[in-house]
């Protein structure tokens, strides 16, 4: 019997000393190529029992012409928007992610963002480079944290977590999630979004993805905010539409805003986002620590190798089958 052969996508390890040695140790085969087209993904794959991927879109038509040896496709990462889950329900190919590699990091830059935009460091460190001095008022419009409400969109994993970081720093929290009834500690849980947008001075975004939430934050949403709020969103680029946050922000409506996630990634060269103002950006790193980045594919490996073995998975979690 041949060794468990696992296809790693092109980009999804940054150090190949984070895997090799797991790889060794498990007696794992692993082969690493593009997957980017259909006729990539299938020759990458073909004859490995699974695939692991970051943030490649793994189409429909990817999975459909899969060879017939794979069978399980691991996600280093949280987010599944990028992944066609219905075909690989109906091809039973089984979908391990790893929800809770980086809970911390993805919370820590969220309030990262939210405190040096509150404070305003970013203007005031561009004041001072500029050999400017002051005065503070023309620094940012900062409204003293502990008589704020912060409103977070999507209180599951990640948004709880940031709830119990901020929670010291504020007056309130709001919280708005569709799924989520019962009670969360020390949050104000409102009925509607559009509550949410009126009563908070900071929001923050840990909502998935998905058709329903696609452009959460649209112009409409944007008018409903009040006039000096911050918007942070670590989540996915999607989730807000961004001509129109650039021109809120240009108006001055939006104060400022924290985004580590674009509807196209690498961001667009052309992107409004670009020249808008009081804008800070990182390219999608909130998930990185020096720990998490070899935490999530060491756990990948892992949970694929056990679950090709036919043992239960240590570290991850299902998001179809396990067939
Ligand atoms: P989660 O599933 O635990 O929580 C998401 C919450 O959003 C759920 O409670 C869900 O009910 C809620 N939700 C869904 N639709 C909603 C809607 N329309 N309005 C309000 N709430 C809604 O997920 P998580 O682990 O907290 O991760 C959240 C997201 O963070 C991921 O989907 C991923 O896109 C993103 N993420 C980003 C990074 C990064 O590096 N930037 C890293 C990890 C995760």
Redesign the pocket.
Known sequence: MRPIRIAVADGAVANLDWIMPLAKDLGCELVFGPVETVEQFAKTTLDCDGVIVTLQQITAEKLTNKPDSLRVLGRA?????SIHLPTCVDEKITVIFQ?LY??EE?AN?ALSMILALHRGLFSADAMVRDFQWGPATEVAEIISLQDSTVGV???????QTVIRKLQPFVKQVLG?????NGPIDGVTMVES?DELLSRSKIISL?????P??HH?IDAEALAKISKGTIIVN???GGLIDESALASSLNTGHISAAGL??FETEPLAIDSPLRQAKNLILSP?????SKSSGPRLIQWTLLDLFMHLSNKPIKNGAFATGPF
């Open positions: 990462g949280v987010g599944l928007d929800p980086a809970m993805v830059h969109i999507g209180c599951g994993r990640i948004g708005y999630d569709v799924n989520i979004l840990h909502t998935p993805h998905l329903s939430t959460l670590v989540s996915r580590d996630v999608h790193i909130a998930w990185y």
